[in-house]
């Protein structure tokens, strides 16, 4: 006569018991594993101590800046940027360039994209861009600021760039993070300056946010 083996409660709420110190363990196991990896990459940035990219006017020249009526502007900017990498153990992926002109708070070309590219350890490179701007609405009050300008006897834009950059050490690249770049150009302006083109100084740093 054969036996039959029934399991008593006890019996299951040890079985259950088991298998939550199982979950238990691989959760201790998993979280334990994470941020040994958190550490080390935090580890390893603070070694590495990335600085951000370097940004610095080459060339920037104004062709044209005139009100097609009292509330529509026709522009025309070429810039040329030097970007440089300053790490030594970091290379950088920029995406996503986008790049325009703006005139006290006004944004007086369109965008201008750039493609993306590769800046290796302590590489420069030329950033080339022609700003225009057809028929764009601006405040009423944008001739006389310019005129304004003009009697002063200096014209000043801010040249922005913006996109997304990545870092890449060895075979690793990491997440993106938003670049913001903004350079001051200032260019003499007066009645005795021809009408075009007004020209920027070179080398003028430009403020970089990361």
């Not at 990896?37 to 101590?49: A, D, M, N, P, Y």
């Not at 005139?103 to 994209?113: A, H, N, R, V």
């Not at 300008?149 to 950059?165: C, E, F, P």
């Amino acid at each position: 006569m054969s036996q039959v083996f029934i399991k008593s409660p006890k019996h299951c709420a040890q079985k259950g018991l088991n298998v939550n110190k199982l979950y238990k363990k691989l959760f201790f196991a998993f979280s334990t594993l994470f941020t040994s990896i958190l550490s080390l990459i935090l580890i390893i940035w603070l070694i590495l101590r990335p600085s951000k990219p370097e940004f610095s006017i080459r060339e920037a020249g104004v062709y044209q800046l005139s009100l097609s009526d009292p509330h529509l502007l026709n522009s025309s900017v070429q810039l040329t940027l030097l970007a440089k990498n300053p790490n030594q153990k970091l290379g950088i992926y920029y995406d996503e360039l986008q790049v325009y002109a703006a005139y006290k708070g006004q944004q007086i070309t369109t965008y201008t994209s750039l493609p993306p590219f590769y800046q290796g350890h302590q590489d420069s490179n030329l950033l080339t861009a022609s700003l225009v701007g057809r028929g764009l609405p601006v405040a009423p009050s944008f001739g006389y600021e310019v005129g304004r300008d003009q009697t002063a006897g200096q014209l000043v834009l801010n040249l922005k760039v913006n996109g997304r950059l990545r870092w890449k050490v060895g075979t690793w690249v990491s997440g993106s993070y938003r670049l913001n770049v903004n350079c001051v150009a200032a260019m003499a302006f007066g009645p005795a300056i021809p009408t075009g083109p007004l020209t920027s100084k070179q080398g003028i740093q430009c403020a970089t946010t990361v």
